[in-house]
């Protein structure tokens, strides 16, 4: 044990310490500043060990078996749970494994205090008892309304509770079998008891369209309606804008800008132009961003309210704005044919791809063309096979070729850094007139993204970079680099599969990986794989990388219509465009990125929530009907495959699989028959049907076809060690390309 460490856990475990946060312990150990990160570095290691904790408040905690740590509880669906510690400079403990009967009442996301049991080793979780429920996630449930022996009932949607909830009296709140209903928990469930709640709204009958969005707006407590001080702010801006008014801006409007945007966009955020200096040969990227600060004062009830929400909410179908409309789809969309206001980013490359002069200003565009991605690669694919197309005027079509050679040479180069490439399919609803799921599928990615995508890049960086350089603290788009043995972990799983990965440090290697499964049936298995390597993209102000795009110094700029981080990003920028100067409150930069990534997660888990209810109700109308999927998951209780037609994950269950008895080859990850020895292995294609869909639970069971076994690879062994949970769905990772 190192001098240090003695020190620190001498200290922390005399029976007069009262604990404090670690600057202070460092003052009273005589830690001197030359010193103090080799300290710092020495509390994570023993925080990681579990022999320290700390607590919501950062205060610093001895965790010996008689000590207590506070935590975020979650519960599995096996019924025991696991706590979180609370992390210190990014770093927590490692979970603590928490036994069915010793987590008290907590809930998932629920704050709790835990007395350690038993410290971690190499070979056992670290364990103890949940001895006070501190803070609660929510009180608030959605669930589904039943009657039983004259008593009410309410079976919350998931897995969050083992069993149903009593509210009282049957007919409570006018609630009838089968309505989706709202209930707010009095006393929360226990090994021992169903728990306690009441009905405080009736959403509708399951199954009713709309109702499944309107249960997950109510389960995530998302806003929905605006203030009216909020909405009156944006009346009275509404009414102060003049279209004809430049306001002392920099005029750009006789330049050709245009949009690209999803076909059922509704803001319009982000205008490009592209040209070619005569004289110097150099390209001129020109990003323009719509400027929603000039419409929210900060401070103002517009400006307190986006704070709150943080950031668009974008469900099927229905859209939750960060502004209200009259803002968000009308003065700062950058609409076509209408004068705009925006923050311009003009950024200069040699033919080399060498950047050279950048400079910002606030200006006024007027878009000449809105397209969609579908109509932009129908135009670059017409002219790569004719020459020429109808479908707009020259000077766009030459701004179209422009911007695709020029986009094009900007992501060879990011890829030449080291920047990742996840293959994330979004998964696309298809519906009725009356709002019902008929289908679904994958989105494309193609040029047409790619082009918008880069140039967003370019811009967020730019910014960055400027600040940085400007020595102006701002909010940062962070994503750090992964632990060393997760990469190890995933090297040894792509190994399995027929992959090696000789340094799984190296970001040219994993890329190398995932390129070379892009068009292969076990992608999906092996870059979700991946991105469950890597750690959570966050907001905030202390300098670190973005490791997945190899960039040292990234913001978010170019979506203020719909994330906060932006708008706060565009006001530091427009101070020091007014200026020279800004300055920003690291404290106050750190707490707000904490929020807007807390909202951010908020939002995508929603997102996921909805997609996953609309597609197992459309699977729930094809029992037995057949699909061909890829397995994507293996255990040892069954395999998960993903259905190829249709973004949705189910479980084949060995119970399922009477033909043979069926053992986990642990090593190879994989199920083989133990009379037939026929195996199933990750990456494997096999033919599925529908048996069984429960939407309350959010589960989906496939049963496999017999007359088709599955195709495998020779020589390929294959199998994931940490299969997705149980009826899972594609992880959304972007909306229109732009959602880095």
Request: with cysteine.
């Amino acid at each position: 044990m190192s001098d240090l460490v003695t020190r620190i856990v001498h200290a922390v475990t005399r029976p007069s310490y009262s604990p404090i946060k670690a600057k202070i312990l460092a003052k009273r150990l005589g830690i001197g500043d030359d010193a103090y990160p080799d300290f710092r570095r020495t509390l994570r290691a023993l925080i990681q060990e579990g022999r320290l904790t700390i607590g919501k408040n950062q205060l610093l905690r001895a965790a010996d078996p008689h000590g207590t740590v506070v935590g975020t509880y979650r519960r599995s669906k096996a019924g025991h749970g696991y706590v979180r510690p609370h992390a210190v400079d990014g770093t927590a403990g490692p979970d603590i494994y928490i036994r069915e009967d010793r987590g008290l009442d907590a809930s998932t996301g629920d704050e709790v205090m835990v007395r350690i049991t038993r410290l971690a080793t190499s070979i056992k979780d670290a364990a103890g008892e949940v001895v006070r429920v501190m803070g609660r996630a929510t009180r608030t449930f959605v669930g589904t309304y039943f009657e039983r022996d004259r008593e009410g009932l309410v079976r919350v949607d998931g897995t969050l509770f083992a069993h149903s909830v009593s509210v009282g009296d049957p007919g409570a709140k006018g609630a009838r079998p089968q309505d989706k209903v709202v209930i707010e928990m009095l006393r929360f469930p226990t090994p021992e008891s169903r728990g306690e709640g009441v009905i405080t709204e009736v959403l509708g009958p399951h199954g009713t369209p709309g109702v499944d969005t309107l249960s997950v707006i109510k389960a995530f407590g998302l806003p929905e309606e605006f203030p009216e001080e909020a909405l009156a702010e944006a009346r009275q801006v509404a009414s102060q804008f003049l279209e004809d008014s430049l306001d002392d801006r920099e005029d750009f409007t006789s330049d050709i800008v245009i949009t690209i945007d999803p076909k059922d966009a509704r803001d319009f955020d982000d205008a490009v132009s592209v040209v070619i200096d005569p004289k110097t040969k150099h390209w001129v990227l020109t990003v323009h961003i719509a400027d929603v600060g000039h419409f929210a004062r900060p401070g103002g009830p517009l400006d307190t309210e986006a704070r709150r929400r943080a950031t668009s909410i974008y469900l099927p179908q229905k859209v939750i704005p960060m502004f209200p409309e009259v803002i968000s789809n009308g003065l700062a969309s950058l609409q076509e044919g209408k004068l705009r206001y925006v923050k311009t980013a003009q950024m200069e490359f040699t033919p080399g791809l060498q950047k050279g002069h950048v400079r910002f200003a606030n200006g006024a565009i007027r878009n000449r063309k809105r397209f969609t991605y579908e109509e932009v690669s129908a135009i670059l694919a017409e002219i790569a096979t004719t020459g020429a197309t109808d479908k707009c005027e020259l000077p766009i079509q030459s701004l179209l070729l422009r911007m695709r050679d020029l986009a094009l040479l900007l992501r060879k180069k990011r890829l030449k850094r080291g920047a990742l490439e996840l293959a994330m399919p979004e998964a696309v609803l298809e519906y009725d007139p009356d709002g019902r799921v008929t289908g679904a599928h994958f989105a494309s990615h193609d040029l047409s993204h790619q082009i918008i995508e880069e140039f967003m890049l370019a811009a967020n960086e730019a910014v960055a970079e400027h600040l940085t350089h400007q020595e102006i603290p701002f909010l940062r788009r962070t994503h750090p680099a992964p632990n060393e043995e997760k990469l190890a972990a995933f090297a040894q799983f792509a190994d399995l599969l027929g992959y090696p990965i000789a340094r799984p440090q190296d970001r040219f290697e994993l890329q190398r990986v995932l390129n070379e499964t892009a068009d292969k049936p076990e992608r999906a298995a092996v870059h979700y794989a991946l991105l469950r390597s890597l750690k959570q993209a966050t907001y905030s102000p202390i300098p670190d990388e973005h490791y997945a795009l190899a960039s040292q110094n990234y913001c978010h700029f170019t979506s203020p219509i719909r994330r906060y981080p932006d708008l706060v990003v565009h006001r530091l920028l427009d101070r020091w465009i007014r200026t020279g100067k800004a300055s920003a409150d690291v404290a106050e930069l750190t707490a707000l990125g904490d929020h807007c990534s807390k909202m951010e997660r908020r939002a995508e888990t929603a997102e996921r929530e909805l997609v996953k209810q609309k597609i197992l109700t459309y699977l729930s109308q094809k029992l037995g009907e057949r699909f061909d999927a890829v397995i994507t998951g293996v255990a040892d209780y069954g395999f998960f495959a993903q259905v190829e037609q249709i973004p949705a994950e189910g479980l084949v269950h060995v119970s399922s699989m009477v033909d043979d008895f069926y053992q986990f080859d642990e090593a190879g990850h994989a199920l083989e028959g133990k009379r037939t020895r026929r195996r199933f292995r990750l990456g494997d294609r096999v033919r599925v049907e529908v048996s069984r869909v429960d939407i309350p639970k959010r589960m989906l069971d496939f049963r496999l076809v017999s007359d088709k076994g599955p195709q495998q690879k020779p020589g390929r062994d294959a199998g994931d060690g940490r299969p997705p949970s149980y009826g899972t769905f594609p992880k959304r990772i972007k909306k229109g390309g732009k959602r880095r």
